[in-house]
């Protein structure tokens, strides 16, 4: 069946369905009801378009799984895989789950995590963060014109422990290619080790830049940096991924006697100056998006999204204080081991198949 009808002064068909499905009295019905429509002046047309893409919006649940299903190839920790999806089954569907995305304000995502944001942080954290990846793939296919989870929920949450959030910081899955850019620019091999093994070991500038051969120990595979040169003022052990060593091996020919790894070449005896870095950031056009501190937000961003890492590893992974001060007289291991894991799958990801990662912005 099909009705000729007119729209705005323009001729029109409208399908109304196939015979003997649609008999000839449900037709005259449908033909009634879309005269009544264009009378009222609205569009039945564009009213039966609407309906159609409302029909195709996928429930929060059936969105995650689709945004999990793309995500999970490039997942190196099962464990990580496992724990997204747990997360958002025991904090996230039991309010979202059924709901079609498009009908997901802030206040529905607001009920999801005022419960847990300030008893369990790191938890909170992640179910925002994995939420807002869900929704953001929902923007991305048209689905919803707004990212419910974004900042416009701010305001809404007390503030969370930010390291250096006032420092720009890239997004972690941007590193690589960062990483690639100094590469083949022009800065001077020192630089490019240097920035690349602060990268590696989420270290602090002056903590990379005053690094020495002797505080290198290759049979354990760790860095150990004397409390002098922290900033906490005790000794900090850094375990040091494949990629780490070998960048380690590389800087040998930068040896001048002093005993430091990277050395200035403009003072000799002297570590390279903090603007050495943040120079190779202007000249290779990334430092509007990040500061040489941001790597470490980008890290700890990395770690907290990307791996099921305890909070104390990745906290002791900066080289942060865990706990309250009798917290951390009891304590007696800095988790070298747990972190050792942590610093292999970060170098993987930041030296891994730039495919995997995405490209810098143009």
């Known amino acids: 069946w099909v009705q000729r009808i007119s729209i705005d002064g323009r001729r029109r068909e409208i399908g109304l369905g196939s ?81 079609p995305v498009d009908r997901i304000g802030r206040e529905d995502v607001l009920q999801v995590l005022t419960p847990i944001w300030s008893v369990r942080m790191e938890t909170a954290r992640r179910v925002r963060q994995r939420i807002r990846t869900i929704l953001r793939w929902c923007m991305a296919h048209g689905y919803v014109e707004h990212n419910a989870a974004g900042e416009a929920i701010d305001g809404a949450l007390p503030p969370m422990p930010r390291l250096r959030a006032h420092l720009r910081a890239m997004p972690y899955q941007e590193v690589a290619a960062a990483l690639a850019t100094v590469e083949a620019s022009r800065a001077s091999l020192a630089s490019k080790l240097c920035l690349r093994f602060l990268v590696l070991t989420a270290a602090r500038s002056g903590e990379a830049r005053g690094a020495t051969w002797d505080e290198i120990d290759q049979d354990t595979g760790e860095w150990r940096i004397p409390g002098s040169r922290m900033k906490a003022g ?60 941001g790597f470490r937000s980008a890290f700890r961003d990395w770690a907290a999204e990307c791996t099921s890492a305890p909070h104390a590893v990745m906290e002791l992974s900066l080289a942060h204080a865990v706990g309250s001060s009798v917290e951390q007289a009891y304590a007696r291991s800095d988790l070298i081991e747990k972190r050792r894991v942590l610093m292999q799958a970060w170098a993987d990801f930041v030296t891994g198949d730039a495919s995997e990662m995405l490209p810098l912005p143009t």
């Open 234 to 293: 005790v000794e900090h052990r850094v375990p040091l991924s494949d990629a780490a060593l070998e960048l380690l091996e590389q800087a040998r020919v930068l040896r001048d006697g002093s005993g430091l790894i990277f050395p200035s070449s403009v003072k000799a005896g002297h570590p390279m100056s903090d603007m050495t870095l943040t120079q190779v950031l202007r000249k290779t056009g990334l430092a509007e998006r990040s500061t040489v501190h």
């Open 19 to 99: 015979f003997p499905a649609i008999g000839l009295a449900q037709a005259r019905g449908l033909a009634a009801a879309n005269r009544t429509a264009v009378a009222e002046g609205r569009d039945p047309l564009a009213e039966k378009r609407e309906t159609k893409r409302k029909a195709a919006i996928p429930t929060f649940r059936e969105a995650a799984k689709r945004t999990f299903e793309a995500n999970r190839p490039r997942w190196r920790n099962g464990k990580h895989t496992v724990s997204w999806w747990q997360t958002l089954e025991r904090h996230a569907f039991p309010i979202l789950g059924d709901m």
